[in-house]
T-cell receptor
Framework: EAGVAQSPRYKIIEKRQSVAFWCNPI?????LYWYQQILGQGPKLLIQ????????DSQLPKDRFSAERLKGVDSTLKIQPAKLEDSAVYLC????????????FGPGTRLTVT | AQSVTQPDIHITVSEGASLELRCNYS??????LFWYVQSPGQGLQLLLK??????LVQGIKGFEAEFKRSQSSFNLRKPSVHWSDAAEYFC???????????FGKGTTLSVSS
């Protein structure tokens, strides 16, 4: 079974530029999460989708961050405009939700904002 | 407030020695507990999980953890550490409904020869 795929793996941009990250969850997984992991900290949720609907985006900085999961499969997270404090690893995870309570994580995208 | 505390930021253990990483949680619902390991530049790999039943759970790579409800703890142990275990370890808590995991800040494990 293929794991969670993310791209790109690394991205360097200047502040005020925009950037987009892509995630393809494990096939059949209904729930998709985007986490932000700042250096030296544990991951923190940005947004959670159930199929193509948003379950929780309470911690998403909506003035600059947006995310979508249009067909209930892959997802895109966008930052526009980026700030220095957005430098972090962005992790995507998915969960089947069918008696399996485990979240499976992708390799992450490391973003550096200069 | 819901939270996970990993009191040790950095631990150094000699190769072959035993290891215990501490984790305490505060959670309003029945906790589902996880330990993940993260090597540099890598994503999170699940070591083990506890949902219910036997409070001593076995995981991959020879790790085990014990759930103690009275102490709100879920400490990770390994009887003999290998150099390849050097990494960052995260404790996390979630629930059956699948809401987002709450992670601790992590413990960095260094292994000395």
């Amino acid at each position: 079974e293929a794991g969670v795929a993310q791209s790109p793996r690394y991205k360097i941009i200047e502040k005020r530029q925009s950037v987009a990250f892509w995630c393809n969850p494990i096939s059949g997984h209904a729930t998709l999460y985007w986490y932000q992991q700042i250096l030296g900290q544990g991951p923190k949720l940005l947004i959670q989708f159930q199929n193509n609907g948003v379950v929780d985006d309470s911690q998403l900085p909506k003035d600059r961050f947006s995310a979508e999961r249009l067909k209930g499969v892959d997802s895109t997270l966008k930052i526009q405009p980026a700030k220095l404090e957005d430098s972090a690893v962005y992790l995507c995870a998915s969960r089947s939700g069918q008696g399996n309570y485990e979240q499976y994580f992708g390799p992450g995208t490391r973003l550096t904002v200069t | 407030a819901q939270s996970v505390t990993q009191p040790d930021i950095h631990i150094t253990v000699s190769e072959g020695a035993s290891l215990e990483l501490r984790c305490n949680y505060s959670y309003g619902a029945t906790p589902y507990l996880f330990w993940y390991v993260q090597s540099p530049g890598q994503g999170l790999q699940l070591l083990l999980k506890y949902f219910s039943g036997d409070t001593l759970v076995q995981g991959i790579k020879g790790f085990e953890a014990e759930f103690k409800r009275s102490q709100s703890s879920f400490n990770l142990r390994k009887p003999s550490v290998h150099w390849s275990d050097a990494a960052e370890y995260f404790c996390a808590v979630g629930n059956q409904a699948g809401t987002a995991l709450i992670f601790g800040k992590g413990t960095t494990l260094s292994v000395s020869s």
